[in-house]
Nanobody
Framework: QVQVVESGGGLVQAGGSLRLSCAAS????????MGWYRQAPGKERESVAY???????????DSVKGRFTISRDNTKNTVYTVYLQMNSLKPEDTAIYYC??????????????WGQGTQVTVSS
């Protein structure tokens, strides 16, 4: 089975920076993508950024382009790590941030695995 664990959230003033980490561990057939979503109170969960594992290509939501950077560490077998460097944070970035790993575990069929979430609070 795959376990996904996030860390790095916290409280920061507007204009500050935080770095989130996510580690997905387990034996997998293939890792397709890993990425970050966020959900603010009263709002739907939205995609923030993701990385295509094999190619390293990245996607960003318009609201975070130029401020957030996603990166990966693919040097370890059975542990897949992504980071989200968040700079120039704004109060509207306040949310619970979730990591999602899209992986094929027993077959090529992709399955989504979610972490428990980490709170990011940006004060004005």
């Amino acid at each position: 089975q795959v376990q996904v664990v996030e860390s790095g959230g916290g409280l920061v003033q507007a204009g500050g920076s935080l770095r989130l980490s996510c580690a997905a561990s387990g034996r997998t057939f293939r890792t397709y993508t890993m990425g970050w979503y966020r959900q603010a109170p009263g709002k739907e969960r939205e995609s923030v950024a993701y990385i295509v594992w094999s190619a390293g290509s990245t996607y960003y939501a318009d609201s975070v382009k130029g401020r957030f950077t996603i990166s990966r560490d693919n040097t370890k077998n059975t542990v897949y790590t992504v980071y989200l460097q968040m700079n120039s944070l704004k109060p509207e970035d306040t949310a619970i941030y979730y990591c999602k790993a899209m992986m094929g575990v027993d077959s090529p069929t992709p399955v989504d695995y979610w972490g428990q979430g980490t709170q990011v609070t940006v004060s004005s």
